[in-house]
């Protein structure tokens, strides 16, 4: 894909050689319908094919990060195999596309960030979150195991105690909580954010790039040898697709309220 050919992702250059993303599905928190869904994951293919480029800076429009995925998306997944076996394909896909990504990425968390949005949030080389940002795993509500980035991540951010509780009870953690527990890079006031992103952005860009490349690529190899779990935890999070949970996970959701699971009755 080429920059013209994305509809839910804004792009903007910004000096020195900065290209700035933010996700735009305002009107919906920015959640992750299946062309943003697929646009997240090309996205990365396309900034490290552009010479120009050389870190990005990824938000969100209005006051989310993202919200997820869209629950329609989901919906329309229950008991579909090849619809799931996309949906595997593109969450696989998106986690290693960022990972192997050559360009420095920092994350400037504005809002709420769930399900691929926080994939993209947690997985950026430098995450910034604005303290009133509300970050949450939220496929265990959903009825489905913490499957995208949860397993490959988390328990190297946070230690096991921690991952273990978050991705269990699906709570979310606001900004200070996350940098607290070591969840996100940095956290910032809210009116301090996107100023505190583009001042980092301004310190790679003009470092070395080689060097801060080839510290990335380095440094990601303790994710990249994670690799068999992530893979693991995704097949055990698309086996709920076929579990009622997930139809009453959904429900939940977009009635507001606790889900009403059948396992666990």
Request: aromatic share 6%; charged share 25%; hydrophobic share 45%.
């Amino acid at each position: 894909m080429n920059y013209e050919d994305y509809r839910h992702i804004l792009f903007e250059r910004r000096e020195p050689h900065i290209l700035w993303l933010t996700l735009n599905r305002p009107e919906v928190l920015n959640a992750a319908d299946a062309r943003l869904h697929t646009e997240l994951v090309e996205v990365w293919n396309t900034v490290d094919r552009d010479p120009e480029a050389h870190v990005v800076v990824v938000t969100g429009a209005g006051r989310a990060f993202s919200a997820g995925g869209d629950l329609g998306m989901v919906e329309r997944a229950y008991r579909d195999p090849e619809e799931v076996g996309r949906i595997l394909d593109e969450a696989r896909d998106l986690v290693y596309n960022i990972l192997r990504c050559n360009k420095p990425i920092i994350s400037a968390i504005n809002g709420p960030a769930v399900g691929a949005g926080l994939v993209v949030a947690l997985l950026a080389d430098i995450s910034i979150a604005a303290e009133s940002a509300r970050l949450a795993d939220g496929h265990v509500r959903m009825g489905v195991a913490a499957g995208d980035h949860a397993a490959i991540v988390w328990p190297l951010l946070v230690g096991m105690a921690k991952a273990k509780y978050y991705l269990m009870t699906s709570e979310f953690v606001d900004g200070r909580e996350a940098e607290r527990i070591g969840l996100v890079s940095l956290c910032v006031p809210d009116g301090e954010l996107l100023d505190r992103a583009m001042a980092v952005a301004v310190k790679l860009a003009t470092g070395p790039r080689h060097a801060i490349r080839y510290t990335k690529r380095a440094l990601n190899q303790w994710l990249l040898q994670a690799g068999p779990i992530f893979d693991h935890s995704l097949a055990l999070e698309m086996l709920g697709f076929f579990h009622e949970d997930m139809r009453a996970g959904v429900e939940g959701l977009r009635e507001k309220r606790a889900g009403k699971y059948p396992s666990s009755e």
